[in-house]
């Protein structure tokens, strides 16, 4: 990808913002965009388009462009997956920060579930109840908030104390109800980070597996090649919570 030209990461006046990875079928390869500044965060979105980009290599052997570039549910766990296991690396960019750090992504990782499960549920409250007036649905998303995120405090600001807050999420406007898809990535992405710390080899194994698979299968198919479990079988989002906040 360097030799081909195929990845534009650093950051320069003019540049537009954002992080990407897409795939180009005339060269059957992938390409990387991103804005590499520096920063922690910088660094969690570089490594995440990477492991798209790994992916859509692994698979492009595949005829169809949807087995190559599989849906967001099964595609986020191959950009989740890198960035948790790409652990022992990141000691050559945060150095003695670097445990910092690893503890931080672990906690927005897991953080993120009650959010995310608030901003689906808050769609299916808005999308049956079309007519719904602008203040009937900041109504609904304080109903959520209060059932999965109830220790966000407001600050004092009008706006989120009226329940506006949802409007933040841009995913509720451009890409209705796709964000639960980040929530099983999670969930099958720290499985992989878990197993890891016992066995980082066959971790690795596992997840270059479900990359090289691609979009050949559907989600839980998928997740029984490599011996992964389902986040839809009750108490697998339990226990790895539960086991990964034991760890950090």
Same mark, same amino acid.
């Given at each position: 990808m360097v030799d081909g030209g195929l990845m534009d990461l650093s950051d320069r006046t003019g540049k537009a913002g954002g992080a990407f990875c897409t795939f180009l079928p005339e060269v059957a390869m992938p390409f990387v965009f991103a804005n590499y500044a520096g920063t922690s965060r910088n660094v969690g979105s570089v490594v995440h388009e990477l492991g798209h980009a790994f992916q859509n290599y692994q698979s492009r052997h595949h005829p169809a462009l949807e087995q190559i570039i599989p849906t967001s549910e099964i595609?986020?766990?191959?950009?989740?997956g890198l960035e948790l296991l790409a652990e022992p690396l990141y000691n050559s960019v945060f150095q003695r920060d670097s445990e910092r750090y690893q503890s931080q992504q672990l906690r927005y990782l897991i953080g993120m579930l009650p959010y995310i499960a608030?901003?689906?549920?808050?769609?299916?409250?808005?999308?049956?109840?079309?007519?719904?007036?602008?203040?009937?649905?900041?109504?609904?998303?304080?109903?959520?908030?209060?059932?999965?995120i109830p220790w966000r405090t407001t600050g004092g600001i009008k706006a989120l104390e009226s329940g506006a807050r949802w409007q933040?999420?841009?995913?509720?406007?451009?890409?209705?109800?796709?964000?639960?898809?980040? @929530? !099983?990535?999670?969930?099958? =992405? *720290?499985?992989?980070?878990?197993e890891s710390l016992t066995d980082r080899t066959a971790a690795i194994k596992k997840?270059?597996?479900?990359?090289?698979?691609?979009?050949?299968?559907?989600?839980? @198919? !998928?997740?029984?090649?490599? =011996? *992964?479990?389902?986040?839809?079988?009750?108490?697998?989002?339990?226990?790895?919570?539960?086991?990964?906040?034991?760890?950090?």
């Open positions: 595609g986020e766990i191959h950009s989740m608030a901003i689906d549920h808050f769609q299916e409250f808005a999308y049956t109840t079309p007519a719904a007036t602008p203040r009937e649905r900041c109504e609904m998303w304080l109903e959520v908030e209060r059932r999965y933040r999420q841009r995913h509720v406007y451009a890409a209705p109800f796709y964000y639960i898809d980040y @929530a !099983l990535a999670i969930g099958c =992405a *720290l499985q992989l980070w878990l997840w270059v597996r479900l990359c090289s698979l691609g979009g050949t299968l559907g989600l839980e @198919a !998928l997740l029984q090649q490599v =011996a *992964l479990r389902s986040p839809f079988k009750p108490g697998t989002l339990t226990r790895i919570v539960s086991e990964a906040a034991i760890q950090k």
